[in-house]
């Protein structure tokens, strides 16, 4: 039987933190676990599917959606909303991942590599259900086609584009790596029927997003990776990647990143090799 409450939604993270502790314990046993789960892990509600969090929690989605319900929520994704608003503040301090990480490091270095591993396995599996061959497929005709590309990628996502480039310039494709460093190379010199490739993670770069932006508005074409479906870049981008990178206390690899955009990177180059 669904939990009813005639409580209102709480409308910031600190009510929701209230009355998680009030209700932890209190809860029946399954909607108890989820909260108990969801109370250690509040920085995965941003980048995270229901579907997502009710895996790691144990449970059916149903039943994460019955816990949301009982916190005040209509649904999942209104408390998503509300934690994706002070995302940055709850990702956990490097400190903290560390303190986490305690118990596995006391089996040694390669304790630790087989929780990452594990997680780059989790990683790779779930680029089957975001990235269909027919999207990637399309992504890449498009760059193909194009007489010049343009990566740009701020912070974490520069290693994917960074490893693009060093790759679209073994297989002699025109490209230009961009960078924030001494404001060099924006939009500007995008020109239009040229093509943008922008990565950016949750909570994304406004760099990025400015960049990709105005290269439209300059008749470029605009092509993207991110963690989620709705990363403002779908809002006009002509097609979008979604690359899930699964977690280690708060560490993320690049797992599905990199082996995406180099199934991209070598399609994009056959397909100008056959031209």
């Known amino acids: 039987m669904s939990p009813t409450t005639d409580q209102t939604a709480p ?9 998680l502790d009030e209700l932890i314990g209190t809860l029946p046993k399954r909607l108890d676990q989820c909260a108990a789960f969801t109370r250690r892990h509040l920085h995965l ?22 816990f949301c319900q009982a916190l005040g929520f209509s649904g999942y994704s209104e408390m998503q909303a509300l934690f994706r608003v002070q995302y940055t503040a709850f990702r956990p301090a490097y400190d ?17 590599l087989a929780e990452f591993a594990e997680a780059g396995h989790k990683s790779l599996m779930s680029l089957a259900n975001t ?17 010049l590309l343009h990566l740009v990628g701020m912070r974490r996502a520069f290693a ?21 460093t001494g404001r060099l190379g924006g939009p500007g010199v995008v020109g239009a029927g040229q093509a943008v490739f922008a990565a950016t993670f949750s909570p994304f770069s406004q760099e990025t997003l400015d ?17 989620v479906e709705d990363c403002p870049l779908a809002e006009f981008a002509d097609g979008l990647l ?31 090799e056959g031209n």
């Open 11 to 19: 409308t910031n993270v600190t009510e929701v933190l209230e009355r």
């Open 45 to 66: 509600i941003a980048v995270s599917t229901v579907s997502d969090m009710a895996r790691e929690a144990g449970v059916a989605p149903s039943v994460y959606m019955r």
């Open 96 to 112: 903290e991942r560390i303190a986490t990480l305690r118990p596995e490091m006391e089996g040694g270095p390669g304790a630790l």
């Open 131 to 147: 990235v269909t061959s027919e999207g990637l497929g399309a992504i890449a005709q498009g760059m193909a086609a194009a007489p």
């Open 160 to 180: 994917v584009v960074s490893n693009m480039s060093y790759m679209l310039g073994k297989l002699e494709v025109p490209a230009v790596l961009h960078s924030d």
């Open 211 to 227: 960049f990709a932006r105005l290269a439209k508005e300059r008749g470029a074409l605009v092509y993207g990776l991110s963690d």
């Open 242 to 272: 979604i690359a899930r990178e699964n977690e280690v206390a708060g560490f993320r690899s690049l797992n599905a990143s990199l082996t995406l955009t180099t199934a991209l990177v070598v399609a994009i180059g056959a397909l100008q």
